[in-house]
C-alpha cells in the first residue's frame, strides 16, 4: 500500500485510529507533533476524513481558542496515549488493555450521530456523521475506527513497519498478508536497497 500524505499529514494504517497513533511515532522520531494543539487536531481529523469540511469550519469557528479547546486537545493527546497501549498489544499479539477498552467507550459515550441516506454508484447506503455540540466529540470517530478494528478487524494483521527508524503500524491488507513496510514506495525501497549494499559490501568483502 502506497503512503498517502495529504498536507503534512500521512495516512498508511489503513484503520484511522492506527493513523493517528502514528502521529505519536512521528513526533517521537522528528521532534515536531503533526498535531501540535487543537486547530491541529481539526486539520488532522479532517484530512482523515473523519470530520467534513461544515465540521472543521464549525469546530474552528465555535472552539479554536479558549478553555474548551485545551480541555479537548489534552483529552484527545490523552486517548492517542490509551491507543499506542492498544496498537502495542495488537502488534505484539496480546490482548487490548481494559485502560483502552473503558477510553474507547468513554468516548463512545459522546456520540450523537445523526443518518443520511445517500446514492451511490452501486445504490443506497446511510451514511452516518457526528453532531458537533461540544469540542471532546470531535474524537468520537477515531473510537469508533477503534471499535471497528477490535470488533471486525483480524487482530493478527495489525503490524509496524520491518524498518526499526521509522516502526509505524499498519493494517496488513496485502494478498498474502506478506506486507512488512508501511509503504514499499519509502520504507520498503530504503530497506531493500540498504540489503542490497549490505550484499555487495560482503562479496566485496570476500574477494
Known amino acids: 500500500m502506497p503512503r ?15 493513523d493517528f497513533v502514528n502521529t505519536a511515532l ?27 469540511a461544515a465540521q472543521r469550519s464549525l469546530a474552528l469557528h465555535k472552539w479554536s481558542s479558549g478553555r474548551e479547546a485545551q480541555q479537548a486537545y489534552a483529552g484527545a493527546m490523552l486517548f492517542r496515549v490509551r491507543l499506542m497501549e492498544i496498537a502495542q498489544r495488537l502488534a505484539s499479539h496480546r490482548q487490548a488493555p481494559i485502560s ?21 454508484k452501486s445504490g443506497y447506503f446511510e451514511r452516518f456523521e457526528t453532531d458537533l455540540t461540544e469540542p471532546r466529540q470531535l474524537i468520537v470517530p477515531l473510537a469508533q475506527s477503534a471499535a471497528d478494528l477490535l470488533c471486525n478487524g483480524d487482530l493478527s494483521l495489525v503490524k509496524r513497519c520491518a524498518n526499526p527508524s521509522c516502526s509505524l503500524y499498519f493494517y496488513d491488507i496485502s494478498k498474502n498478508h506478506t506486507r512488512r513496510w508501511c509503504s514499499m514506495d519509502t520504507c520498503g525501497s530504503r530497506m531493500k536497497m540498504a540489503a542490497y549494499y549490505q550484499r555487495k559490501r560482503l562479496r566485496r568483502a570476500r574477494s
Do not use: K
Request: glycine share 12%; charged share 15%; with cysteine.
Open 4 to 18: 498517502v500524505s495529504q498536507g503534512s499529514f500521512t495516512f498508511v494504517g489503513q484503520y484511522r485510529c492506527l
Open 26 to 52: 512521528i513526533a517521537a522520531r522528528s521532534g515536531a507533533d503533526p498535531i501540535p494543539d487543537f486547530e491541529g487536531l481539526v486539520s488532522w481529523l479532517h484530512d482523515a476524513g473523519l470530520i467534513d
Open 100 to 120: 483502552g477498552l473503558n477510553a474507547i467507550n468513554e468516548q463512545l459515550q459522546h456520540r450523537v450521530t445523526r443518518a443520511t441516506l445517500m446514492r451511490g
